[in-house]
C-alpha cells in the first residue's frame, strides 16, 4: 500500500541534543512538508520541499532543518537551537504545484519530548 | 493572506444528534477547501474537499460540507453522530498555484452516549 511512513512514533530529546525525524513516501508525490502540532494551535508549517535538492522555510522554521536528497525522502533534524521542541510533528506529501484540488497526505506522526 | 477560522475548539453532541463543525475562510481569490479528521495520535485524514463543480461536497464516513460564498464558510455536518466520530476536526484552505495550506485550530468533536 502506498503511503507516508513516519518513525520513530515516539522520540526523547536530551537538552543540547540534536534528533533527526525520518519521513519516507512512496506515493511518488513530489512535494513534501513538516508541520508542528501544538494543542489548540493546529498545524504550523516548519519546511516543505517541491522538488529533490530544494526547499523553503515555513512559519516556523527557527531550530530545524531538513534536506531532499532523494525524491522519498524528507528528514527533519530537530536542533539545540530550539527551545521548545516537545510537540507533534507530521509530514505529509502531495503532487506537484499547481493542482490546487490534490489533498496533502499525512503520515501517522513523530511525538517529541524533553528528558 | 488566506486563512480559516474555526469556530468553538471543543463540540459536545450526543450519539445520533446532528453534527455541526463550522468553518469561515477569509480568500480574496476562489478558495480551495479541505475538511480533515485525526484520531489520537494519527495523522490527517481527509474527509472531503471543495473543487467548485458543487457546493454540497459529500466525504467520507456520512460527513458533508457546504459551500457558502455569502457567508465565506465551509461548514462540515454529519447528520446522526456516531461514537467512532470523536476525534479532532481541521479546516484547512489551499491558495491556487501555491502549495501554501492553512489549517484551522481544530474542534475537538466528543460523542456522548
Same mark, same amino acid.
Given at each position: 500500500?502506498?503511503?507516508?511512513?513516519?518513525?520513530?512514533?515516539?522520540?526523547?530529546?536530551?537538552?543540547g541534543?540534536n534528533v533527526?525525524?525520518?519521513?519516507?513516501?512512496?506515493l511518488?508525490?513530489?512535494?513534501?512538508?513538516?508541520?508542528r502540532?501544538d494543542?489548540?494551535q493546529?498545524?504550523?508549517l516548519?519546511y516543505?520541499?517541491?522538488? @529533490?535538492?530544494?526547499f %523553503? *522555510?515555513?512559519?516556523? +522554521?527557527?531550530g530545524y532543518?531538513v $534536506?531532499?536528497e532523494k525524491k522519498e525522502?524528507?528528514?527533519?533534524? @530537530?536542533?539545540?537551537? %530550539? *527551545?521548545n521542541?516537545? +510537540?507533534f510533528?507530521?509530514?505529509? $506529501?502531495s503532487?506537484?504545484q499547481?493542482?490546487?484540488?490534490?489533498?496533502?497526505?499525512f503520515g501517522d506522526?513523530?511525538?517529541?519530548s524533553?528528558? | 493572506a488566506?486563512?480559516?477560522?474555526q469556530l468553538?475548539?471543543?463540540?459536545?453532541?450526543?450519539?445520533?444528534?446532528?453534527?455541526?463543525l463550522?468553518?469561515?475562510?477569509s480568500s480574496?481569490?476562489?478558495?480551495?477547501?479541505?475538511?480533515?479528521?485525526?484520531?489520537?495520535?494519527?495523522?490527517?485524514?481527509?474527509l472531503?474537499?471543495?473543487?467548485s463543480?458543487?457546493t454540497?461536497?459529500?466525504?467520507i464516513?456520512?460527513?458533508e460540507?457546504e459551500?457558502?460564498?455569502?457567508e465565506?464558510?465551509?461548514?462540515?455536518?454529519?447528520?446522526s453522530a456516531?461514537?467512532?466520530?470523536?476525534a479532532?476536526?481541521?479546516?484547512?484552505?489551499?491558495v491556487y498555484?501555491?502549495?501554501?495550506m492553512?489549517?484551522g485550530?481544530g474542534t475537538?468533536l466528543?460523542v456522548?452516549?
Open positions: 500500500d502506498g503511503g507516508i511512513t513516519q518513525s520513530p512514533k515516539y522520540l526523547f530529546r536530551k537538552e541534543q533527526t525525524l525520518s519521513c519516507e513516501q512512496n511518488n508525490h513530489d512535494a513534501m512538508y513538516w508541520y502540532q494543542p489548540g493546529g498545524l504550523r516548519i516543505y520541499s517541491q522538488i @529533490v535538492n530544494d %523553503q *522555510k515555513g512559519d516556523i +522554521a527557527e532543518s $534536506s531532499r525522502s524528507f528528514p527533519l533534524t @530537530v536542533t539545540s537551537a %530550539q *527551545k521542541p516537545t +510537540a510533528y507530521l509530514c505529509a $506529501s503532487t506537484s499547481g493542482d490546487p484540488h490534490q489533498p496533502q497526505h506522526g513523530t511525538r517529541l524533553i528528558l | 488566506q486563512s480559516v477560522t468553538g475548539s471543543h463540540v459536545s453532541v450526543s450519539e445520533g444528534a446532528l453534527v455541526l463550522r468553518c469561515n475562510y480574496s481569490v476562489p478558495p480551495y477547501l479541505f475538511w480533515y479528521v485525526q484520531y489520537p495520535n494519527q495523522g490527517l485524514q481527509l472531503l474537499k471543495y473543487t463543480a458543487a454540497l461536497v459529500k466525504g464516513n456520512g460527513f460540507a459551500f457558502k460564498k455569502s465565506t464558510s465551509f461548514h462540515l455536518t454529519k447528520p456516531h461514537m467512532s466520530d470523536a479532532e476536526y481541521f479546516c484547512a484552505v489551499r498555484n501555491n502549495n501554501d492553512r489549517f485550530a475537538r466528543t456522548k452516549p
